[in-house]
């Protein structure tokens, strides 16, 4: 592919995550969070969320709610190595919590990985406080994150909280206990992006036995042609003095590798976090024709014909997200029954109509279902429709 060709491939696939973006300024607080299940342990907490106007404890904007990550740095790092983190995502409508906690020498992952989890509810929790300039603004969808350590205790943190919707890691390194052996529990959605000149944790020895021991039937792994360890977060001297002991050296600058890794985190994560199928549409268009990348995966986010594959068969579902009831509007064609699955393709529940439905039905969603992602596979007189939906 000519270099002109890779540079359009390039503007049109960057444009397309940002022509659906929130123009969200970045708004920024402390917390002192205390973790009362472990001795009242203190986790004190950067957060950067989306604001009408950029500044310190300003309000968070809107009447809306926003999904939040949870983002673990690396060994010996701070929070504020990761600007371009918080400056990727927040516009986008995403809330991003850095935990600072095990910043030593000898830090301890199990913890690390458990204060990770411990934000996302801690989270969830200042969403339902009056006194909290968060209530009334956190969505029940999140995501762990992290890079080199804080992407293996996000592993770690999956493995031990339930709550947590996906994961997406950067250069994850291994941990004590395994991050290797933390995925293999791990069914969630999940996005591993490597470097391919990452000498620090090469991808053959750490992300791809992640990447390959994960059990979720939706994951993908981005390896990032010439990247490295270092340049997935903003020019740190601690890991560049790490960094500058190896080989390979990176081949690609740190401005070029933040375009390539946020050019696949943003869709992915508008996805997951916000229902935004057009977004899974552009990351799995970019996954088949990225020529800055190689990229492994076991699902389409959002098939191009999932809605309208069937062509004498639509069906459309409100509201999104759903709470305990999900409306189904017909159209060309009757539908006989539904089966609800989770986002791995279990099945959950099935609706039979005794008689077909032409133009509009309501469906009660199973008592006790959790918040998150899953499929509705509807049979109807035109054939099978698999949809996704979102229950909040």
């Known amino acids: 592919m000519s270099k002109a060709l890779t540079f359009i491939t390039f503007i049109i696939g960057f444009s397309a995550i940002h022509l659906t973006a929130q123009p969200y300024a970045v708004g920024h607080t402390t917390l002192s969070l205390t973790d009362a299940s472990r001795s009242n342990r203190s986790v004190p907490v950067e957060v ?97 994150m992290g890079h080199s350590m804080g992407g293996g205790a996000a592993f770690i943190a999956t493995s031990v909280s339930s709550q947590i919707k996906c994961i997406a890691t950067l250069a994850a390194a291994e941990t004590n206990p395994s991050a290797i052996k933390a995925a293999s529990t791990l069914k969630i959605p999940s996005l591993v992006v490597a470097g391919g000149n990452d000498c620090v944790t090469p991808p053959s020895a750490y992300q791809i036995p992640m990447y390959d021991s994960l059990k979720s039937a939706c994951k993908a792994y981005v390896s990032i042609n010439g990247a ?105 064609a009757a539908i006989m029954g539904c089966d609800l699955l989770s986002a791995a393709g279990k099945y959950l529940y099935h609706w039979d109509f005794t008689v077909p439905v032409t133009q509009s039905t309501t469906l009660d969603l199973p008592q006790g279902l959790t918040p998150g992602i899953y499929l509705l596979h509807i049979n109807g007189s035109g054939g099978d429709l698999v949809m996704r939906i979102v229950k909040r």
Not at 259 to 288: E, K, V
């Open 48 to 144: 950067y969320y989306p604001a009408a106007t950029a500044g310190d404890n300003v309000p968070v904007t809107g009447n809306k709610k926003f999904p939040v990550i949870s983002f673990g740095h690396g060994f010996v790092m701070t929070w504020d190595a990761y600007k371009n983190v918080w400056n990727a995502l927040v516009p986008e409508g995403i809330i991003v919590a850095f935990p600072k906690t095990e910043g030593s020498a000898s830090p301890s992952h199990g913890e690390f990985g458990k204060d990770l989890a411990f934000v996302i509810a801690a989270m969830d929790l200042q969403g339902k406080n009056a006194t909290s300039i968060f209530y009334n603004k956190v969505d029940t969808m999140n995501c762990v």
């Open 228 to 332: 490295s360890h270092c340049q997935m977060g903003e020019d740190n001297f601690l890991c560049n003095f790490g960094e500058a002991t190896c080989n390979p050296k990176p081949t690609i600058s740190r401005a070029v590798q933040h375009q390539t890794q946020f050019r696949f985190l943003i869709p992915w994560l508008r996805f997951h976090l916000l229902n935004d199928c057009r977004s899974g549409q552009t990351f799995d268009s970019l996954a088949a024709k990225d020529v800055a990348v190689s990229v492994r995966k076991t699902c389409e986010l959002c098939p191009v014909n999932q809605a309208t594959r069937i062509s004498s068969f639509t069906v459309s579902t409100f509201p999104i997200p759903a709470d305990d009831i999900l409306n189904l509007s017909v159209a060309k």
